[in-house]
């Protein structure tokens, strides 16, 4: 029996190891375009940025040590270029050699992965614009800073978009990141990405969201290019890093006549398998069905597909198996903060016609009493009966853990009273008694019960024009440091002996309470609650509130910013 794999790296060779796992008769062969069979991927940009130094750290197997471990004929610069399906042959090229032979097959993987896209416009072709997918790509990198680019442009501000920007400014360069999409990190909900943005220019990055480029020419400066924006900016640069998203590389598909997404992307079965039955796809390549709203989709992640490879492998020795959908999560470091995503966005969820709720709140990474406590910025999703949808989390420590354990949950069906029964570890450094995943569900629960009311930052416009008294329970002095015009400053503390002045105050109107993370404005409304009083509390305080509406008309004090970081 013969098996051709076609690509390597995650999904092929994923297949081509669990294959020999299962058969030690079988005659496997990996045929992979590219020098590499076998590199992290994922971790070419921090070879880029030096936190990666060695350039063979990142080759994970070579062909030698596949062929002694697992008896692999992998054959590098090897591109398959035509498939005959009824002959069940491929033809190879063999880049090296420069000829071409034909192969036969009984079984057939393709994992041909997902390419850079590159926009039909101006100067793309330009030495001096680069993307990053394999280990030559990060050479070229890593050789034009060595010497002496200093100025860099990031078209896309995606996860490699992201990655390369921390990268180039760890070299030292000054960065200018350019994204289309009004947010940067589209693939996490606007309030969220804002946390990211303000991190980025922490760190001296230029940002410029909501605006498109339509060239590279050369520069009038002492850089050699300028990349040309739609308002006719002008940005000058010695490298450019193109990152504004990658497609399925299905072309090899296409002409065999298999079935293909509108997306591009192969159609394949839960055992991974084409639309021709000796033909299977994983990785990149393939259309995938997203786990919540059922909608398929294209997710370019390592896990995926190596889970992919697996599956393909054992429905070939005739296992019966099936993958899963997927729900995408994924997780990016931006200097000192992380961002990290599991389920579908709301955005995502509201263009589906998906009913939902969510709550916003900023618990810390471990028990606040002990040193080093760190805000971690949660937003879980969930549906009106309580079903969790999705959750993102941005900060600093402990953000990986805890989207984790709620990937886990949404994998597991659970609700959000599983959320808020769910036993994880704890001690003072690592956590706290309760932990942010349990307050997440707490808090959804006080929604759906009716324990808790909120309001939103979106909507600011209406809770201002004096419909309803605004009423904030910060400290004295943390109001005075910056609060929206109009409010009523009563500290949580204080309101059971002032209720009346809120009563006078309010005049029958409802009271929109809020403090700085939605904690002590819940406390407040509770008390409302007990009076009798029409209130509601703010959806993660007013650190949220600014995350979703920067422009909000605040009365700001000189030490706003430090208010709010406390």
Request: aromatic share 4%.
């Amino acid at each position: 029996m013969r098996i051709v794999i076609v690509g390597g790296v995650a999904g092929g060779m994923s297949a081509a190891a669990r294959l020999r796992r299962l058969d030690e008769s079988a005659e496997i062969v990996v045929l992979e375009r590219g020098g590499d069979v076998s590199f992290a991927n994922c971790g070419l940009p921090y070879h880029v940025g030096g936190e990666i130094t060695h350039r063979d750290s990142l080759l994970l197997h070579t062909p030698a040590s596949l062929r002694a471990s697992l008896n692999l004929d992998v054959r590098t610069r090897h591109e398959v270029i035509a498939i005959n399906r009824s002959a069940r042959t491929v033809t190879v090229r063999d880049l090296e050699a420069q000829r071409d032979y034909d192969l036969t097959y009984d079984d057939l993987v393709l994992a041909t992965g997902a390419e850079p896209i590159v926009p039909p416009l101006p100067g793309l072709d330009r030495p001096e614009v680069r993307t990053l997918r394999n280990v030559p790509d990060a050479d070229v990198l890593r050789r034009m800073l060595d010497e002496g680019a200093r100025k860099a442009v990031v078209i896309g501000a995606g996860f490699i978009g992201l990655e390369t920007v921390e990268a180039f400014r760890n070299r030292g360069l000054e960065v200018t990141l350019i994204e289309l999409a009004p947010q940067v990190l589209p693939a996490i909900d606007a309030e969220m990405a804002q946390l990211v943005e303000a991190e980025l220019r922490a760190h001296d990055v230029d940002v410029r969201v909501g605006i498109g480029f339509v060239a590279v020419e050369d520069s009038a400066t002492e850089h050699p290019i300028d990349v040309v924006l739609a308002d006719g900016t002008r940005v000058p640069a010695d490298v450019v890093l193109l990152g504004v998203g990658v497609r399925p590389s299905t072309a090899l598909a296409r002409a065999a006549g298999l079935e293909l997404a509108p997306s591009g992307a192969v159609v394949v079965t839960q055992a991974q398998q084409t639309s021709d039955p000796h033909i299977y796809a994983v990785g990149d390549a393939i259309q995938v069905v997203d786990a919540v709203t059922g909608a398929p989709g294209v997710v370019p992640l390592a896990g995926p597909a190596n889970r992919q490879g697996r599956i393909a492998a054992d429905a070939i020795m005739g296992r019966s198996v099936a993958s899963s959908p997927v729900l995408g999560t994924a997780i990016v470091r931006v200097f000192e903060l992380n961002a990290a995503v599991t389920g579908p966005t709301s955005r995502r969820l509201t263009a589906a016609g998906v009913e939902h709720r969510v709550v916003h709140l900023h618990p810390g990474n471990h028990a606040g009493y002990y040193p080093g406590a760190e805000s971690i910025h949660l937003k879980v999703i969930f549906t009106p009966s309580g079903r969790l949808l999705g959750a993102q989390a941005v900060g600093g420590a402990g953000v990986d853990k805890r989207i984790d354990v709620l990937a886990t949950a949404l994998r597991a069906g659970m609700d959000v009273d599983d959320l808020a029964e769910l036993e994880l570890a704890y001690a003072p450094p690592f956590g706290s008694a309760k932990d942010a995943v349990n307050m997440a569900g707490f808090l959804a629960q006080n929604l759906l019960d009716g324990t808790l009311s909120n309001w939103s930052g979106t909507d600011l416009d209406s809770t201002l024009d004096g419909s309803v008294l605004v009423l904030d329970v910060r400290s004295a002095q943390e109001f005075e440091s910056g609060h929206l015009p109009g409010s009523l400053n009563i500290a949580h503390v204080d309101l059971r002996a002032r209720i009346d002045e809120v009563i006078t105050a309010a005049v029958g109107r409802p009271v929109r309470v809020l403090c700085a993370s939605g904690f002590r404005s819940y406390l407040a409304h509770r008390v409302l609650s007990a009076h009798g009083i029409d209130s509601a509390s703010l959806d993660g305080g007013l650190q949220t509130l600014l995350a979703i509406r920067p422009d909000a008309p605040l009365v700001v004090g000189s030490d706003f910013a430090e208010a709010m970081r406390s």
